[in-house]
């Protein structure tokens, strides 16, 4: 496994690929998922921006060096470039102090929380270099606790997705009273009569995904377009007895693209 790791690090740092088709086989993938591509989390990203140089990368990482760092840390707040990713946490500096950088989407996480993040970190590095540390007890180490979810959030294709989020996104794309349900093989949306294709309605809900704060949504898998709408649009079962227009997943299949050096 270590020599695994070591030669995919080793081959991103010198891999070749076309770009234009990388994306097109992003924008397909999440065509099939109903994801629009985002990097929630990015951790220790090594790109130049970031401020390191070959010699401080080549200097010494002994996380020991930093057993003494608590009493004298300091967290300074520095204008940032904006990022395509909600919560991105890297090294900026290795030596002669390490320094951490998190930079965060304002917008889902607050200022305290990002201090919090950072003093978690450190807790959890100072921690390790005296020995291994139980997962169990990350969150007493760290300050940073499981998120608590609620019936409204399920997950879809190793996505955890509020329903709610979900309802409201096929709402706003196809203009009309929607229904979304978790049923055996995925989200089901129940559309009363806004759009006569589930192509029409997938496209729609795929073009409204990018947009901010639609992030704890997706794009269902399957979509029930009614000819009428019920007199309550939360009654699952009242949708489910509505007549059909037509039904499906609104994918368009598009051939496979290969992605590498020689495509």
């Not at 959890?124 to 990350?138: E, N, Y």
């Amino acid at each position: 496994m270590t020599k695994a790791a070591k030669a995919a690090l080793k081959a991103n740092t010198t891999s070749m690929f076309d770009a234009t088709k990388l994306w097109r086989l992003i924008d397909q993938i999440g065509h099939e998922r109903g994801t629009a591509f985002t990097r929630d989390f990015s951790v220790n990203d090594l790109s130049t921006h970031f401020g390191l140089t070959d010699e401080s990368a080549e200097m010494s990482t002994d996380i020991a060096d930093v057993a003494g760092a608590l009493p004298r840390t300091e967290v300074l707040w520095m204008e940032s470039s904006p990022f395509p990713v909600i919560l991105i946490c890297n090294p900026a500096q290795l030596a002669p102090d390490l320094m951490l950088g998190l930079t965060a989407d304002l917008r889902y996480v607050t200022e305290a929380e990002i201090e919090s993040l950072l003093r978690g970190v450190e807790g959890l590095l100072v921690a390790a270099a005296a020995g291994d540390v139980p997962l169990a007890s990350l969150g007493e180490l760290t300050g940073v606790v499981p998120v608590v979810r609620d019936a409204d959030w399920v997950c879809v294709d190793s996505c955890w997705v509020r329903l709610s989020a979900v309802r409201q996104l096929v709402v706003d794309a196809v203009g009309g009273p929607a229904c979304v349900v978790l049923g055996a093989a995925g989200l089901v949306a129940y559309v009363g009569g806004a759009v006569d294709t589930p192509t029409k309605a997938h496209a729609a809900c795929m073009a409204l995904l990018a947009e901010p704060g639609r992030h704890t949504a997706m794009a269902p898998g399957h979509y029930v377009l009614c000819a009428d709408t019920p007199d309550d649009v939360t009654d699952t079962v009242a949708w489910q007895s509505m007549p059909v227009i037509a039904e499906g997943d609104g994918r368009v299949k598009e051939p496979a693209l290969i992605v590498g050096p020689h495509s």
